[in-house]
């Protein structure tokens, strides 16, 4: 994973305020990051890793690209010039204009942020006015930093003609051509109010989101490579229509923020096995025995993940496996759906199993803990949940997610699909009595948490990785530190 770990600006006030008389401060850091963090979820938290607040006088060459020539695609009528692209008053405006320019009709703003800070995964979100009448196409969107085409994720596009619709679209590969699912939001007049659009893309999911409120998931062929924000405004185009005598230039398009924040936890990847590949059978994944891609049988999404005994001796085992770093101390949750269907079922004396396994740093196992999800009396024809929960014992460099189907004695025929799965730690905090004197939540331990920061740990102080991710000193642990200390949850 690509992470560009600069720190928020609402955590960078924080790490500059003195540490003498801190305590006075405690309310507004805690309002600080409780409007800084997006939603939270069990095991884990979005973490702020990049944004551009457009605070300045020019665009920040830093973050993004400034396109000048004409737009290539989609029969598009605009060229794209930097002089059309201008940040003032703490926002960055892309206009568009009947000037012609370049042998097009009309001129317009685009920005990349392709080569400066691409990301993979990551939740992507953009307050902003939109453009608006007949033409007018503007876009919020990620492309892959490797220059490839598809997959390609919209987290917003508007047609100027329907100034109360917004669409949500995943864009992906396939061998009749380029496909795409389309989500339409109907709200308000996206031209003359301000909103805010955000997606989160996870391995197995992209999620749309207008102001907060989730509008759309998509699971089918979720991209797996990093990614790099665009956002532009095209005039005309094979989608949007052409100008007419209702199109009303200029037009401004004006955004107020951009921000990415990254899950602070290891993620699970291809969680529902969709991503099919000419070299292996799973991406991600490792696999043994009969193992197999499959779509005649999904929970969700477009494929799953099939397994059959291999009808060779008593108690073969088929499988994939999955690594994630891990620490000791750290309890995970292994969870997700199997089924076997009545034209396949299970034979007697099979078994579909889900296990956490402890591995060293050199790839030995240590322990396991398991969880059966089917034998051959379950029921058919129904996608049946297994979970199992367990904490790292010492030693512990990594947890692998085991999905087992164990054929018995009998050597008996039928298959098993999995599908839509979920591997997540839940990380030990620190406590409030950071510099460890018997004395919770003092001054005393606010500056000894910094001063732990700093690289100068006092004997009994805890650890600068506060939230136990494994990633010392970041804003995670900043902010795990300041709810314990208000006594809440890490």
């Not at 979820?41 to 993004?64: P, R, T, Y």
């Not at 002089?83 to 703003?109: D, F, I, K, P």
């Not at 805010?196 to 999911?205: A, D, K, L, V, Y």
């Not at 004997?459 to 200390?485: H, N, Q, W, Y």
């Amino acid at each position: 994973m690509i992470r560009q770990r600069h720190g928020s600006p609402e955590l960078r006030a924080i790490r500059a305020i003195p540490r003498a008389g801190f305590r006075l401060c405690f309310g507004l850091v805690l309002l600080m990051l409780t409007a800084a963090a997006p939603a939270q979820g069990s095991g884990g938290a979005w973490q702020l890793v990049w944004s551009d607040e457009f605070n300045g006088s020019a665009i920040s060459s830093a973050n993004w690209f400034v396109t000048d020539g004409p737009g290539l695609y989609n029969n598009e009528q605009q060229y794209y010039h930097p002089s059309h692209v201008t940040v003032a008053n703490g926002e960055l405006t892309l206009t568009s204009t009947n000037q012609a320019r370049g042998g097009r009709n009309y001129t317009s703003g685009k920005i990349e942020s392709r080569d400066r800070q691409y990301w993979l995964y990551g939740r992507f979100e953009m307050r902003a006015k939109l453009p608006g009448t007949q033409a007018l196409w503007p876009a919020f969107w990620l492309l892959p930093q490797n220059n490839t085409w598809p997959p390609e994720i919209d987290i917003m596009e508007l047609l100027g003609h329907q100034p109360t619709i917004a669409y949500g679209t995943n864009h992906w590969p396939s061998a009749g051509g380029p496909q795409n699912q389309n989500s339409p939001f109907p709200g308000p007049n996206f031209t003359t109010t301000y909103n805010t659009f955000s997606c989160e893309w996870w391995p197995g999911r992209i999620e749309f989101f207008i102001n907060g409120q989730r509008y759309a998931t998509h699971y089918t062929a979720v991209p797996q490579v990093p990614m790099f924000l665009i956002l532009n405004t095209a005039v005309g185009g094979i989608w949007p229509g052409y100008p007419n005598a209702t199109t009303v230039l200029p037009q401004r398009y004006d955004v107020d923020y951009v921000r990415v924040w990254q899950w602070n936890q290891p993620l699970l990847k291809s969680t529902g096995f969709e991503y099919e590949s000419t070299v292996t059978r799973f991406m991600h994944w490792q696999y043994f025995g009969n193992t197999f891609y499959s779509e005649s049988l999904k929970r969700s999404g477009r494929a799953a993940c099939k397994m059959y005994g291999n009808f060779n001796t008593p108690y073969n085992g088929t499988g994939v496996h999955q690594d994630l770093p891990a620490s000791p101390g750290q309890a995970w949750t292994l969870s997700g759906f199997v089924q076997t269907p009545s034209w396949d079922r299970s034979g007697a004396g099979n078994t579909a199993s889900m296990a956490i396994e402890w591995r060293n740093a050199a790839g030995g196992l240590i322990s396991s803990a398991s969880a059966t999800g089917l034998t051959a009396a379950t029921a058919p024809d129904q996608w049946h949940p297994v979970s199992v929960t367990a904490t790292a014992p010492a030693g512990t460099a990594s947890a692998r997610a085991l999905l087992l189907y164990v054929q018995g004695p009998l050597l008996t025929a039928g298959a098993v699909w999995w599908d839509d799965l979920s591997f997540t730690g839940q990380f030990p905090c620190g406590g409030a009595d950071f510099d460890g004197d018997g004395d919770t939540g003092t001054d005393a331990d606010i500056e000894a948490f910094f001063a732990c920061l700093g690289g100068a740990c006092c004997p009994t102080c805890a650890s600068a990785d506060f939230d136990g991710d494994g990633d010392t000193g970041t804003d995670a642990d900043i902010e795990s530190f300041f709810r314990v200390l208000g006594g809440g949850a890490c």
